[in-house]
């Protein structure tokens, strides 16, 4: 009697588990927003493959154990308002802001979502952090450190060029940064002895007419912002700059290589793959608050021999040892 009222006692059980396990919430899936600056994924390589790349490196896969949700502003303000509203509306657990262009609309998005940043030149400048060690609320994410970089830039624009001395900045004013860097240019510029004039754009159909501008206002060089709508549009500059016999200063290898003549910049596509370790630890319990904006260590200088050549550039044997890579 006992050993059969024991096998009931297991069968029954056994029998509970099942409904057991039915009766419980699935676990739910994580929604991620990413709010980007460009028109469509395409624009945005190889910043958007390099970002799920690096989601996938930790073991996510879209649809399967997190829910990727994009939106693409095509570098108009208002659209990265709306948009980015439409994210927060969906609810999203981590909110991804790509660039300069998109990521200051995040303070006046939401104040709840944890936010993460990336490619991002200034983070406290743009009031998105307290400071890079304590970001302070609920916005934390990875800096490039793209507005630190601009003396370098014009010094080693002014060591390949010879007798330069005025250079052209293209200022996309529809970018909140532009300010700072405006007035990052104008300060390195009179430490250099060169002078800086701005011309400004807020579409790429201005793009054209600016250049026009350069080279009535008799400019020698041209450098640009670190925005979207200079990454996005920088097989247009560089064309535009060398028809004008403009040096062109990049910011950036993606930037650099339809055919600038130099790049100073970071390795923004490691950032991007980068930022997805952020993200997993906000998922798996991190608040923005305790996490340090973190930044670049390695920095890349790249010439363009092909397009020295075209200007009629010889560039010093002293500056071709220090590059990084030279495309010849």
């Given amino acids: 009697m006992r050993r059969r009222k024991f096998i009931t006692l297991i069968g029954g059980v056994a029998a509970t588990w099942p409904l057991a396990a039915r009766g419980q919430p699935a676990k739910k899936m994580p929604k991620v927003g990413v709010l980007w600056h460009a028109g469509s994924a395409e624009q945005e390589t190889p910043f958007f493959g390099s970002l799920l790349q690096g989601f996938k490196s930790l073991g996510y896969v879209d649809g399967q154990n997190i829910k990727f949700v994009h939106r693409f502003p095509n570098e108009i303000p208002e659209r990265f308002k709306s948009m980015g509203a439409e994210l927060v509306s969906l609810e999203i657990d981590v909110l991804v802001v790509v660039g300069n262009n998109a990521a200051p609309y995040a303070n006046n998005l939401t104040t709840t979502i944890p936010v993460v940043f990336t490619l991002v030149g200034d983070p406290v400048g743009l009031k998105l952090v307290a400071s890079l060690a304590r970001p302070g609320g609920n916005i934390t994410g990875l800096a490039n450190f793209t507005a630190e970089l601009i003396p370098k830039r014009l010094e080693l624009l002014k060591d390949i060029v010879p007798g330069l001395s005025r250079v052209a900045l293209l200022a996309n004013m529809n970018a909140k940064i532009t300010g700072l860097y405006i007035n990052l240019f104008q300060a390195a510029a009179a430490q250099l002895g060169l002078t800086i004039q701005t011309f400004e754009v807020r579409s790429p159909d201005e793009l054209e007419a600016a250049f026009d501008a350069m080279a009535k206002a008799g400019m020698q060089a041209l450098t640009t912002n670190a925005d979207g709508l200079s990454f996005t549009h ?23 290589e339809p055919g600038a003549l130099l790049s100073y910049g970071v390795d923004n596509i490691a950032i991007c793959r980068r930022t997805a370790i952020y993200v997993d630890k906000i998922l798996k319990g991190a608040t923005p608050a305790e996490l340090p904006v973190e930044q670049p260590t390695k920095f890349q200088f790249l010439i363009n021999l092909k397009t020295a050549n075209a200007l009629g550039i010889n560039v010093p044997p002293t500056l071709l040892s220090r590059a990084d890579e030279v495309i010849e």
């Fill in 234 to 256: 920088a097989a247009v500059i560089a064309k535009l700059a060398l028809a004008r016999h403009l040096s062109l200063a990049a910011f950036s290898r993606e930037s650099f």
